[in-house]
């Protein structure tokens, strides 16, 4: 960090405005954060169901390579070749028995070991390799991959705690909810680019106090209500991994709307197939979104499913990949409520167009005032570790920060 860059309090109750577009501090964001010792989202085990089957995905704003090779085990390879660093696959999906530069044609098998290496003897007796040089020093670049019941995360860190360990046992818990052991099969993706930074996703999604007051569709027909029973869980660890979850689908439109300027009482939906979900886990819990630090959310929205994966792109741009999924033994008329209900979020979808627009406001508002800071006290100064609290609270954008500054600023 800069000298000139200061955090102006020693709790979390401030952040900087620098934060969110200091270059020098997004650097070491993807050094200590991105390819330090913590866990991304790459992709779901049935995208690459057989043998062969390639994804492209990303790990900050690294390209990496999603495999399932011939013994059915899911690698996943920095996709840059160790020969002169060109991207070795081009395609978001592909099927080869290995994987080949296109520069110079070295050949790697699904694990990302070189197998081949062409005029590695050179020609005629002349040119080529050393006797020496040995295949095996010379591999593609290998991540740590775990997976939760078929959700595949992979950190480049060798020193990064085991997958369910660094959840947290809540966090887990919550987690395999949703990923309880059934199949699971996607059924769509969406893709944006949003002009604003990274860190304003996993704070928006752990952000409950900004439901009712910014979205005009969640509140005009009834789908959250702010005096709906939440449950906020961290992990005892970090605070940075976070649930926010509440209870039950109001049925009356909303309580206390005199508050909230954006109510529209005299809206209403022609086609109620568009809100219309039935009960499909054991409890009452509605809409749940799992933060897993540093960028991606999982959430659960009534019957729709998703993975949000937010890959930076400098410090003012991110790319927001979409994921929805249901499971493999739904039936059709599942599948179809599912695919309705994606209207509510994605690019464009009635909820989370409003996030989008607000992401760029904010950075409009923060860029050229860097010697300002947000705000964030609501909810109390805790420093403890919540499990359960209201939903009119700051506390899980807290929790992330002061891991955050932990990771970022000591040495
Ligand atoms: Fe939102």
Redesign the pocket.
């Known amino acids: 960090m800069s000298n000139t860059r200061q955090w102006p309090t020693e709790d979390c109750t401030r952040v900087p405005n620098w934060v969110y577009s200091d270059p020098e501090n997004y650097q070491q964001e993807l050094e200590k954060i991105f390819y330090g010792p913590f866990w991304s989202f790459v992709g779901l085990e049935c995208e690459i169901p057989n043998a062969g089957d390639i994804k492209r995905s990303q790990v900050g704003e690294r390209s990496v390579l999603m495999t399932r090779d011939e013994a059915g085990d899911i690698n996943v390879i920095l996709n840059s070749c160790a020969h002169r660093a060109a991207e070795v696959c081009q395609k978001k999906f592909d099927n080869s028995t290995a994987l080949m530069c296109p520069y110079h044609q070295w050949t790697y098998d699904l694990k990302g070991n070189l197998t081949g290496v062409p005029f590695r003897r050179g020609q005629k007796g002349a040119g080529g390799y050393p006797k020496e040089f040995d295949l095996k020093q010379h591999g593609m670049r290998k991540l740590r991959v775990e997976s939760v019941n078929g959700a595949v995360f992979a950190t480049f860190d060798e020193n990064a705690l085991p997958l369910k360990e660094y959840m947290g046992e809540d966090v887990y818990t919550r987690f395999t909810r949703v990923f309880d052991g059934r199949k699971i099969k996607v059924i769509g993706y969406q893709r944006q680019r949003i002009k604003a930074n990274w860190k304003l996703y996993p704070e ?1 999604m752990k952000d409950s106090y ?2 009712t007051l ?2 005009v569709f969640l509140i005009s027909f009834g789908l959250y209500r702010m005096d709906q029973e939440g449950l906020l869980f961290h992990d005892e660890r970090t605070r940075a991994n976070n649930v926010v979850a509440s209870t039950a689908t109001a049925k009356d439109k909303l309580a206390g709307k005199e508050e909230m300027i954006s109510f529209k009482d005299s809206y209403a939906l022609l086609d109620m197939r568009q809100v219309a979900p039935v009960k499909e886990f054991n409890d009452d819990i509605t809409i749940q979104n799992i933060t897993l630090f540093p960028a991606v959310t999982m959430q659960q929205q009534q019957n729709l499913l998703q993975f949000r994966n937010v890959v930076p792109i400098g410090p003012n741009e991110f790319d927001l990949q979409w994921t929805f999924f249901g499971y493999e033994d739904d039936d059709d008329e599942m599948t179809l409520r599912r695919t309705r209900l994606a209207n509510l979020t994605g690019s464009s979808g009635y ?2 167009v ?2 989008t627009e607000v992401f760029e406001f904010s950075r409009n508002g923060m860029l050229p005032n860097n010697d300002r800071n947000c705000v964030l006290e609501m909810g109390g100064y805790d420093t403890e570790t919540p499990t359960k609290g209201d939903m009119v609270s700051e506390s899980a954008i807290r929790g992330f920060y002061e891991f955050y500054r932990k990771i970022m600023y000591s040495e």
């Open positions: 928006n900004h439901a910014l979205h909820i989370s409003d996030d």
